[in-house]
């Protein structure tokens, strides 16, 4: 897992996306919402309160960018990756391709896979228009929430402290590394502590990013 992480941070720490960011229309992606952050960090919380606005449809847990990347980044010191423009143009058109149904004539479309942290580069350069709200909480409450829910199974790290302690600390660099290589306009941080105590006003929040 570091090293998927590490080979995250080396092709977009050398990687010039002006000629990408400056291509793909940056309205495309406008009316998506990705939930992004660690499991049990208020993902379901957020995307509970969004899911009472008008014209917009929660679809779960997507994982869309995990399939189509994973295998793609795990081969990039064992083999060259072509991400070019034509790359991220196709990925873009095949995830909006991918919730059609779904979202309907909905005007929002929430994505609530929170591993999506790890892609979020890739979905900000292919879908330029979408917006992202970062659930984080107090690390140690954090680990002891994954800990106890059992998902040795769906998510492997969580089995022990050790596992969740490696990917707490894989996800704040990456968060902090995302946020230090682009424009955080499209970001927002959503501490879960503060969403239980004024649920409200950061509710309101929430929709004024997004909407």
């Not at 291509?23 to 208020?42: N, Q, T, V, W, Y």
């Not at 140690?140 to 800990?147: E, V």
């Given at each position: 897992?570091?090293?998927?992480?590490?080979?995250?941070?080396?092709?977009?720490?050398?990687?010039?996306?002006?000629?990408?960011?400056?291509?793909?229309?940056?309205?495309?992606?406008?009316?998506?919402?990705?939930?992004?952050?660690?499991?049990?960090?208020?993902?379901?919380?957020?995307?509970?309160?969004?899911?009472?606005?008008?014209?917009?449809?929660?679809?779960?847990?997507?994982?869309?960018?995990?399939?189509?990347?994973?295998?793609?980044?795990?081969?990039?010191?064992?083999?060259?990756?072509?991400?070019?423009?034509?790359?991220f143009h196709d990925l873009g058109d095949?995830?909006?391709?991918?919730?059609?149904?779904?979202?309907?004539?909905?005007?929002?479309?929430?994505?609530?896979?929170?591993?999506?942290?790890?892609?979020?580069?890739?979905?900000?350069?292919?879908?330029?228009?979408?917006?992202?709200?970062?659930?984080?909480?107090?690390?140690?409450?954090?680990?002891?929430?994954?800990?106890?829910?059992?998902?040795?199974?769906?998510?492997?790290?969580?089995?022990?402290?050790?596992?969740?302690?490696?990917e707490l600390a894989n996800y704040e660099?990456?968060?902090?590394?995302?946020?230090?290589?682009?424009?955080?306009?499209?970001?927002?941080?959503?501490?879960?502590?503060?969403?239980?105590?004024?649920?409200?006003?950061?509710?309101?929040?929430?929709?004024?990013?997004?909407?």
């Amino acid at each position: 897992r570091q090293k998927f992480c590490l080979n995250l941070h080396n092709l977009f720490k050398e990687f010039d996306t002006s000629s990408i960011q400056g291509a793909i229309d940056i309205e495309k992606g406008k009316g998506l919402i990705f939930i992004l952050g660690m499991p049990r960090s208020g993902t379901s919380l957020t995307e509970s309160i969004l899911s009472t606005a008008d014209k917009l449809v929660t679809g779960g847990e997507k994982a869309f960018f995990t399939l189509q990347l994973t295998d793609k980044i795990k081969k990039i010191n064992a083999e060259e990756q072509n991400f070019d423009l034509e790359f991220f143009h196709d990925l873009g058109d095949r995830y909006l391709d991918h919730i059609k149904i779904h979202r309907g004539e909905n005007e929002y479309f929430v994505d609530k896979l929170p591993e999506n942290y790890l892609f979020y580069k890739f979905i900000k350069l292919s879908l330029p228009g979408a917006k992202f709200i970062h659930c984080f909480r107090d690390p140690w409450d954090n680990a002891i929430s994954l800990f106890k829910q059992n998902y040795a199974v769906n998510i492997f790290y969580a089995s022990s402290f050790f596992g969740i302690a490696n990917e707490l600390a894989n996800y704040e660099y990456l968060i902090q590394f995302w946020k230090s290589t682009d424009d955080t306009k499209s970001i927002l941080d959503v501490e879960y502590e503060k969403l239980v105590q004024n649920e409200m006003e950061t509710a309101k929040e929430i929709w004024d990013h997004c909407m």
